[in-house]
Nanobody
Framework: QVQLVESGGGLVQPGGSLRLSCAAS????????MGWYRQAPGKQREPVAV???????NYVDSVTGRFTISRDNAKNTVYLQMNSLKPEDTAVYYC??????????????WGQGTQVTVSS
């Protein structure tokens, strides 16, 4: 079981920056991958950035070069640094913990989401 709590969302002007944090209720060292997803009004939830427990990262094309995902295992926290924000980045951002189960299958845990609004 993993509880995830996001923070750091808010209102920012285009071109601005925000840093999202996701605090986990247990050690994230053994969590296979953690990621950030977002859902804009009227759209499906989409992956934004993922980081594995080995430190490999992947980003959706639309944020590559602007967003950086990182993890601090000592603090059980994952971050998403968002720079050069655009209005189309406006969405609710969700933290995800993805576990590969010992026998078979996977398990996903989600946070409650944090609103990011990019507007002048």
């Amino acid at each position: 079981q993993v509880q995830l709590v996001e923070s750091g969302g808010g209102l920012v002007q285009p071109g601005g920056s925000l840093r999202l944090s996701c605090a986990a209720s247990r050690s994230i060292f053994s969590i296979d991958a953690m990621g950030w997803y977002r859902q804009a009004p009227g759209k499906q939830r989409e992956p934004v950035a993922v980081i594995t427990n080995g430190g490999s990262t992947n980003y959706v094309d639309s944020v590559t070069g602007r967003f950086t995902i990182s993890r601090d295992n000592a603090k059980n926290t994952v971050y998403l640094q968002m720079n050069s924000l655009k209005p189309e980045d406006t969405a609710v951002y969700y933290c995800n913990a993805h576990l590969i189960l010992p026998v078979a299958g996977t398990k996903d845990y989600w946070g409650q989401g944090t609103q990011v609004t990019v507007s002048s």
